[in-house]
């Protein structure tokens, strides 16, 4: 990973967001910028410093993962530890620093402050490192595939457990053990089987209900790998589905890949969106459309950008999205597929190797 090529784009930053230094609370953040994976520490930079703020606890874990930045091991919580190292090196020159107010509760942005000297202004920075990792540099993309090529495995595990009577969590379950089997880390989130009506909630997570004799049945998935999340969801049909539900399945196939083709470079991810809501409002479906058509996938499931109407983000090469529009008709039924897409020069690299074709059980 180019760690240090991460930190000098920060860096240059700086200035232009006129901070004096920065303070990295999100541990996301952190681990994207030095490689620490410990649960507690804050990253300061400066114009000439990089330092890790941790405890006791990784102080060889630390040693073994950070790169260039200095670790300091501090008896006190991250944040009162940093405080005191600004002070400890502060001038009467009066000095901004930066903080990532969306990941800082009001109670720790206090607890912090009380650490500054008089001349240490806080500022609520720009997501500074959010915007640096939406662009995928070679080595995440590669982890990103691996991840998305072994969380696709696992479609075939659930089409193997999918029965009528058999819970949704026993589903899951042999689905998450499988991932385990195989070499991840965790799931990406909480993973969704939702079979008959209960197909028609976008967050059903698998539930103690069972798989009925007949209908659409949800499966959004994904795992860790690497650090790197992957995500896909298919949706498949148990028993013999009518021409409704097939015209159903078709009309959101139709609109996933409509939105797929709209991915290039110098497109507005809300251009990307519209693309997949205008092939379901053509075919009487739009009201049932109820979510984003996607959202930035590396580190954490959900990042930036998010595609999305009234989002202005232009897509760039490098980015990582889901393409996931569906349509969900409460009390009956409900369909989502979902690829992940690399923003390449030349337009969108699919990363998910399923088939899209309906699959009657």
Known sequence: MDYKGRLRRIRQSLDENKLDSLLISHLTNIRYLCGFTGSAGALLITESQ?????DGRYKTQAKSEVRNAKIVIA??????AAAEWLKARGSRKKQTIGIEAQHMTVAARS???TGLPLSMRIKEAAPLVESA?????ADEIKLIREAVNLGAGLFQ??????RPGTKEVEVAAKMEYAARTLGAEGMSFETIIAAGARS???????????VPPNGFVVCDFGVILAGYCSDMTRTVFVGRPTSEAHGFYQAVRKAQQAAVAAVEPGVTVSAVDEAARKVLRSNGLGRFFTHSTGHGVGLEIHEAPR??????????PGMVITIEPGAYVPGKWGVR????????????DVLTPTSKELISI
Do not use: N, W, Y
């Not at 008896?75 to 009162?80: A, V, Y």
């Not at 028609?200 to 103690?208: C, E, Q, V």
């Open 157 to 162: 595990t659930a089409l193997d457990t999918l």
């Open 133 to 137: 990792r939406m662009i995928k540099d």
């Open 111 to 113: 607890q912090f402050a």
């Open 200 to 210: 028609a909630l976008p967050h059903g997570r698998a539930s103690a209900s069972v």
């Open 75 to 80: 008896r006190k919580p991250p944040l009162m």
């Open 337 to 348: 597929i979902e690829d992940m897409v690399v923003v390449t020069e030349q337009g969108a």
């Open 50 to 54: 990089c330092v890790l703020l941790t």
């Open 307 to 316: 595609i999305a109407a009234g989002q202005d983000e232009v897509l760039r």
